[in-house]
């Protein structure tokens, strides 16, 4: 899996829109980006992936450059239940990619 | 919609007691099935994996066991817990796309 790069920390106010990047530099061109979440004592969340294109589901919005070097997430209206570590992972996707190993992520922080 | 269940969502045993962790999950067929464990503040060990009933990769050797007796039904289980067994062992199922869908999740003491 390529590594990823993500900020350690982020505030956001709640109400606004949440951007969080991530760099992936060495990504391969059968690899895809994923994004997943934990909150404090839950499992972890699956959010949104993509290859390419952006994406966008019921959570959030997945924007990737075209050289797809870096990433973004964006949670359009962050509440305080977004608060969370986001890990952002570069993986192919197959049956061999078994185990999902999460890197140190970006602790979110909605703020009232 | 697919929806993934654990129970218990917390268990305090002791040590050389046997173990049985249950995950169901409903609304798919066939998935691809995981169980993980997360020390605390650790990050996911993948113990066991599942590609249909009966069908059990063990990624890391252990005192732990997995079984698989139904499509929708995946058991981790140990005949003798060790202290070391504690965490949050976590079950989930695979996406078309090989993204993970995770349960609630069980905390698990051992004393």
């Known amino acids: 899996d390529a590594k990823t790069t993500q900020p350690t920390s982020m505030d956001c106010a709640e109400g606004r829109a949440a951007n969080l990047p991530c760099n992936h530099s060495t990504i391969s061109g059968n690899e895809y980006v994923y994004w997943y979440r934990q909150i404090h004592s839950q499992g972890p969340q699956y959010i949104i992936h993509g290859l390419k294109n952006n994406e966008t589901n019921e959570m959030a919005s997945l924007i990737i450059t075209e050289d797809r070097k870096s990433s973004t997430l964006i949670l359009p209206h962050a509440t305080l239940r977004d608060t969370a570590v986001y890990y952002c992972?570069?993986?192919?996707?197959?049956?061999?990619?078994?185990?999902?190993?999460f890197g140190s992520g970006t602790q979110l922080t909605v703020l009232p | 919609s697919q929806t993934i269940h654990q129970w218990p969502a917390t268990l305090v045993q002791p040590v050389g007691s046997p173990l049985s962790l249950e995950c169901t999950v409903e609304g798919t067929s066939n998935p691809n099935l995981y169980w993980y464990r997360q020390a605390a503040g650790r990050g996911l060990q993948l113990l066991f994996y599942?590609?249909?009933?009966?069908?059990i990769s063990s990624e890391v050797p252990q005192n732990l066991s997995a079984s698989r007796p139904q499509d929708r039904q995946f058991i981790l289980s140990s005949k003798k817990l060790l202290l070391s067994d504690s965490g949050f062992y976590l079950c989930?199922?695979?996406?078309?796309?090989?993204?993970?869908?995770f349960g609630p999740g069980t905390r698990l003491t051992v004393t």
């Open positions: 992972i570069v993986r192919v996707a197959t049956r061999s990619a078994r185990q999902l190993t």
């Open positions: 989930a199922w695979g996406g078309r796309s090989y993204e993970q869908y």
């Open positions: 599942s590609v249909g009933i009966g069908q």
